[in-house]
C-alpha cells in the first residue's frame, strides 16, 4: 500500500475521544515513546566493516577464488585462505556486486555453506535486485541453506523457462534433496510443482518470535533496517520490507519498539510490514490494537489486525463497519474476515443486504463473509459483480484469488509441522 503523505502529517492523538466510530474507552493505552536511538544502539552490535586495505585484501581473494582469470590451483589456494579470513562473510558478501555474474553465483553458494544467518538480510535484498538468472538461482540456494524458503516461487518460474532450466536444475536439486522431497516423476511441472509445496508449508511454518540472544550481529543488521524507516528515500523502506516479509523467524521484539515509536514513519511503515506478513505476524496483534487510537495510523492499523488474525479486534471492526468514515468502514470490512471471528457474520450479513451502504463497503463485506460463512452468500455476490460489470473487475478477481489463496494456505497449515526452535 502506498503510504499517503498528507496523512502521516496529521497529529497523533490518544485520548478516548480522538477514535471516532470505535468503542475507545476498551481499548488499550496507546503509548509511544522515542525508539530511534534504541533501535540505532541494537544496530551498533554489528561489526565494523574492515579498513580499506583489509577490503582492498578480500576482494583480491575473492577475483582469485572465483574469476575465470585464474588457474585452477590459483582458485583452491585463494579459496582457502579467504574461507579461512575472520572476515569472510563480509568478502562473500561484497562478492555479491561483482561484475562477472559467475563470481556473484560462487559467492552466493560460499554463503550459504558458511552457515551464517547474519548474511540472510542481505541475500534477501541481493535477490530481489539481482537480474541474473544464475546469480539468482545460487543466492537463492543460499537462502534455502540458511533456513529461509522464500524464493521458491522465483525458481519454481524458472523452471518454466527453457533458457533458464540448465542454471535452476542444479539449485533445484540442491533444495529438493535436502528436503527428502523427490517428487514422483521428474518433468519441470513436477519440479515445480513440488518446489510450491515446500513453499507454502514454509510460509505455514513462519512466525513471529522473540530476540534471538545468540545472533546479536543478525539482530543489529535488522534493526539498521528499522532505523531507515524513517528516512524519507524510498530504498530503506522497500529493502525493510523486502527483508522483514520474507524472514523464516520475525524478530517481534524490534517490530514492538517500532510499532511503539513516536517517529510516525517508522510506526507507520511497520505497521506495513506486519499487515505483510500476515499469521506470521500474530504475535504483534497485541501491539497493533492501540495503534486504533492514532488518527494517523489507525486505517493501517485495521487492515494489519486482520491479516494477522488477531480476534480480539473483532469488537472494534463492527463498530467500524457501523461508523461514519468509508475508509474505515471498507477497512473494517475487509479484516473481520480475515479474522476469523464466526461473530462478525451476522453484521456482516446486515451490511452486505443493505442496499443503501456503499457498494465499496458490501463488497469487501461480501468478501469477509466468505472467508467465514459456508454457505456462498459473500462469493456468489462477489461473482455476481463480477458477471453484471457494476464493479471495479480487477478488484474482484483479486479478493476472489486471496480467498482461494487463503483456502490453500489454511490447508498448507494442517499439514505443516512447526519449525525447530
Known sequence: ??????????????????????????????????????????????????????????????????????????????????????????????????????????????????????????????????????????????LASLGNLSGLPRLATMLTDSAAQAAATPVVDRILGEARRTPPERTWEALGAELATLHEEWLARRRAAPATEEEPALRGRLAALLVGLEEFQLRPVDEARTVFTRLSVVPSDLLRLALSAEERYLRVHSIEIVRELGRAGAPLGEALLPLLRDPVARPYAVEALGEVGYAPAAPHFVELLRGEDLELRVAAASALGPLGDLSAVVPLRATLNDATTPMDVRVRAAFSLACLDASDAGEGFLRERLDRGDYHAPTIRELLDRLERDRRAARAIDAAEPLPK
Open 1 to 142: 500500500m502506498v503510504l499517503c503523505v498528507a496523512a502521516l502529517c496529521g497529529g497523533c492523538g490518544d485520548g478516548p475521544d480522538q477514535v471516532a466510530g470505535t468503542s475507545a474507552h476498551t481499548l488499550p493505552p496507546l503509548e509511544l515513546a522515542p525508539h530511534l536511538d534504541l533501535l540505532r544502539a541494537i544496530a551498533s552490535a554489528q561489526p565494523a566493516p574492515p579498513d580499506e586495505q583489509a577490503r582492498a585484501e578480500l576482494a583480491e581473494l575473492v577475483e582469485a577464488s572465483f574469476s575465470s582469470d585464474a588457474s585452477e590451483t590459483m582458485q583452491q589456494q585463494a579459496l582457502e585462505w579467504l574461507l579461512a579470513h575472520e572476515r569472510a562473510r563480509f568478502a562473500l558478501e561484497e562478492g555479491l556486486r561483482h561484475a562477472e555474474p559467475g563470481v556473484r553465483s560462487h559467492c552466493a553458494y560460499q554463503l550459504g555453506l558458511l552457515g551464517d544467518r547474519t548474511a540472510i538480510p542481505l541475500l534477501l535484498w541481493r535477490e530481489r535486485q539481482e537480474q541474473g538468472i544464475e546469480p539468482a538461482c545460487w543466492i537463492i540456494g543460499a
